[in-house]
């Protein structure tokens, strides 16, 4: 494939609503699952990273044997579905976590 041909595609990707969408959710999850994470105690900071581990673990399992296209647009998608589905996510995107 030619280079004008990549560039083509990658601008056409760049700046459409799909990769807009995709790129808000991980912001929004990020800064509001960060923002809650940085407020829990030392304890709950290690249960919750035990968990998420053995979470990510579960979800490499189930993705693992996947074109590595179909495990990237999984992940891509799980996001998207994270905010639409974890109700205190909006409230806390205005909270700028505390940089100590």
Do not use: W
Not at 77 to 85: G, H, K, M, S
């Amino acid at each position: 494939m030619g280079l004008f041909n990549r560039f083509s595609k990658y601008v056409r990707v760049k700046f459409s609503g799909t990769y807009k969408n995709i790129m808000q959710s991980t912001d929004k999850v990020a800064v509001a699952s960060l923002t809650l994470f940085i407020d829990k105690t030392d304890a709950d900071k290690k249960q919750i990273m035990t968990d998420a581990r053995a979470l990510a673990n579960r979800m490499f399992d189930a993705i693992k044997n996947e074109s590595d296209l179909v495990r990237v647009l999984s992940v891509l998608t799980a996001i998207q579905i994270v905010v639409l589905t974890v109700p205190q996510l909006p409230d806390e995107l205005g909270r700028t976590p505390p940089l100590d």
